[in-house]
Nanobody, 119 residues
Framework: QVQVAESGGGLVQAGGSLRLSCTVS????????FGWYRQASGSQRELVAG???????DYAASVKGRFTISRDNPNNTVYLQMNSLEPEDTAVYYC?????????????WGRGTQVTVLS
């Protein structure tokens, strides 16, 4: 099993930046894919960004050009750099890690970190 823990959320003014961290309990080389998701109050959880083991990234259209996902393999951490934040980015941000367990892919989630963007 993999433990996933997010950190770095907080309160920021519109136009500001935050960097979220997602730390896992095993080498990130063994993680097939990381994803950052967010869930605003009253809304469904949505994918924000993902990064594969090969470093291929994908982003939601609403954050492309503002957010950057990256892997720090020596520190078992994945980051989400969020720039030009907007009030609409306010949500709880979750990280997940997908890894192979035999033929299956297991996915573990963190507990989330709150991001609040003030207008």
């Amino acid at each position: 099993q993999v433990q996933v823990a997010e950190s770095g959320g907080g309160l920021v003014q519109a136009g500001g930046s935050l960097r979220l961290s997602c730390t896992v309990s095993r080498s990130t080389f063994t993680i097939h894919r990381f994803g950052w998701y967010r869930q605003a109050s009253g809304s469904q959880r949505e994918l924000v960004a993902g990064i594969s083991s090969g470093g291929v990234t994908d982003y939601a259209a609403s954050v492309k050009g503002r957010f950057t996902i990256s892997r720090d393999n020596p520190n078992n951490t994945v980051y989400l750099q969020m720039n030009s934040l907007e009030p609409e980015d306010t949500a709880v941000y979750y990280c997940n890690a997908g890894y192979f367990s035999g033929p299956k892919v297991n996915v573990e989630w963190g507990r989330g970190t709150q991001v609040t963007v003030l207008s």
